[in-house]
C-alpha cells in the first residue's frame, strides 16, 4: 500500500521527535538505529527509508535547528545593525536554537560537517552549511562586501564559526557567557580584516605569484 505524501511527513516528524527523546535520554552514543525504530513502533528498513542513518537522522535535527535560529534572527534584526552587529545577531540566534542539542552536537557535526573536505559527506550537513553561508554571504552584501561560497572571505569565517561551535559544545560558563565572548571576537576579527581588505591584498600577492 503506498503512503501519501502527508503520511511520510507525519512519520518524518515523528522520527525526529523520538530521537530527540532519546538522544536526550540514553545519549547520542548509546542510541541506536533500532531503539529510534522500535519506540516509534516501525520496522528498522522503514526507518531507513527516511534517513540513512543515525548520523543523518541528527545532522538533520541540527539542519533545521539552524534553520530556525536564521528565521529568529530576520525577525530580530532591525536593518540597522552594523556589519559586526549583524553577524553576532545571525550567530547568538543559531546557538539559542541549538541549545537543545548542545550536550551531542559535537559528535553529530564530526560526521555531519567534514572541516577537511568542501563538501560534507552528510547531505544535511552540505545543505545547513550552505543555507548558514548564504545567510553570511547576504550579510556581507548588505554591507558592501562581494564573496562566493569558495572564496578565501568565506573560508574564514567558516573556519572561526566551526571553532565557535566546538568551543560552545563544551561551555561550562553560566550561560555559556565564555561562548559570547568569543562569538564577539571572532566577529570583530572578521569585519575588521574584511574591512581592513587583508584578504584582498592577499589574493593580488597570490596572482602575481
Not at 75 to 100: H, I, M, N, Q, Y
Not at 113 to 129: D, I, L, Q, Y
Not at 162 to 188: C, K, P, R, Y
Not at 189 to 200: D, P, Q
Amino acid at each position: 500500500m503506498r503512503i501519501t505524501k502527508e503520511a511520510k511527513e507525519q512519520n518524518r516528524i515523528k522520527i525526529l521527535a523520538v530521537a530527540k527523546s532519546l538522544f536526550s535520554q540514553k545519549g547520542y552514543e548509546h542510541t541506536t538505529t533500532r531503539d529510534i525504530s522500535m519506540a516509534c513502533g516501525m520496522a528498522k528498513g522503514t526507518l531507513f527509508n527516511y534517513f540513512k542513518s543515525k548520523e543523518t537522522l541528527a545532522m538533520t535535527m541540527v539542519a533545521d535547528a539552524m534553520d530556525t535560529g536564521r528565521e529568529l534572527y530576520e525577525r530580530r534584526k532591525s536593518g540597522e545593525e552594523t556589519f559586526v552587529e549583524d553577524l553576532f545577531l545571525l550567530v547568538a540566534s543559531e546557538l539559542r536554537a541549538l541549545k537543545p542539542y548542545r550536550n551531542y552536537i559535537g559528535p553529530v557535526l564530526e560526521s555531519g560537517m567534514s572541516v577537511f573536505s568542501k563538501t560534507s559527506p552528510c547531505e544535511a550537513g552540505n545543505k545547513a552549511r550552505n543555507a548558514h553561508l548564504n545567510a553570511v554571504a547576504d550579510i556581507l552584501s548588505a554591507h558592501g562586501y562581494e564573496s562566493s561560497n569558495s572564496s578565501i572571505v568565506i573560508t574564514l569565517y567558516w573556519s572561526l564559526y566551526l571553532g565557535i561551535l566546538a568551543h560552545w559544545s563544551n561551555d561550562s560558563s553560566e550561560n555559556q557567557a565564555e561562548t559570547l565572548t568569543l562569538v564577539d571576537f571572532s566577529m570583530h576579527m572578521f569585519t575588521n580584516t574584511v574591512a581592513g581588505n587583508i584578504l584582498s591584498e592577499h589574493e593580488s600577492i597570490c596572482n602575481e605569484k
